[in-house]
């Protein structure tokens, strides 16, 4: 029979031997992830009563207005796990550079990286719209006892060894792979416990969802333009029904339990679109694979890029994999 009341922390130890490294420092990881996403989530519920809506006043380095929640997450995250010692290295949106952690007796021997989007869908805080944090794990490939180098954070997404987000909305949500598959757990906020709700979350194969920012329509490539066009057009299935949120996580986790397709192209404004490939395509690209969606950037799987800078965008089309093919076939179609 399956269990309905297993907490995120009682799962993280029964699962812990199916993890390919076993040592309880990914552990010991997700369980300082949980815990920030707490404060945060905290921090998030009571917006509209203290002053920690709207601008914090800085630009950060994609050139964004940093909202007052942004700078907040990402230093909530970033100091639970210096705290807990257990990373060698953080990346987040929100730094210009990577931080290097010395960890315990300054000996630089953990051996995980973060790279996080601390708050995700910021523009929605102030009208009380879903958010979330994103954040992507590594095991570092220079030797421990050193400090972390540029290359640490800029290995391709195919050798991430966890990945997943939080959703704060109607409910708090943590979800996350450990590349076993992909699980889903529920914050009951009356006593600060996530609970396993979601076992095995799957991508419907279809799906008749499709998320983008329509407004920059004349600014899509012709793949793009075709493929919407396709989603719109009166035959079987379709039309599809449109819905975009603008905050990732919650488009991404609506289309994985309904079936859908998310699309952040490249336009001619912006080369590689919007979306940060470390932070925001890498991530979700592995927990859609891991459900059974897929994520490409119209031509190439997002997992197998080779990112050369931290900050780097890039194109991103992910959800159910049947929907995502067909939208490959009209970029490569027009290409
Ligand atoms: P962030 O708030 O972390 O900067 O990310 C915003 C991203 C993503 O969450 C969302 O899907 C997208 O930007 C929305 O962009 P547009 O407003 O251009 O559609
Ligand atoms: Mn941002
Ligand atoms: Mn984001
Ligand atoms: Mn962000």
Redo the contacts with the bound molecule.
Sequence with gaps: MEKTNQTLGEFIIENQESFQYSSGELSRLINSIRLAAKVVNHEVNKAGLVDITGAAGEQNI?G?QQQKLDVYANETFIQTLINREIVCGIAS?ENDNYITIQGHNEKHNNKYVVLM?P?????NIDVNVSVGTIFSIYRRVTPEGTPVEMEDFLQPGNKQVAAGYIIYGTSTMLVYTTGCGVNGFTLNPAIGTYYLSHPNMQFPEDGNIYSI?EG?YVHFPQGVKDYIKYCQAEEGDRPYTSR?I????S?FHRNMIKGGIYM?PKSAKASNG??RLLY?CNPMAFLAEQAGGKASNGFQRILDIKPTELHQRAPFFCGSKNMVEKAEEFMQAAD
């Design positions: 994609q964004e949106e989007d708050l995700d869908g910021s523009s920012n920059n975009y603008g905050s990732l996580v488009d952040y919007k979306l925001e």
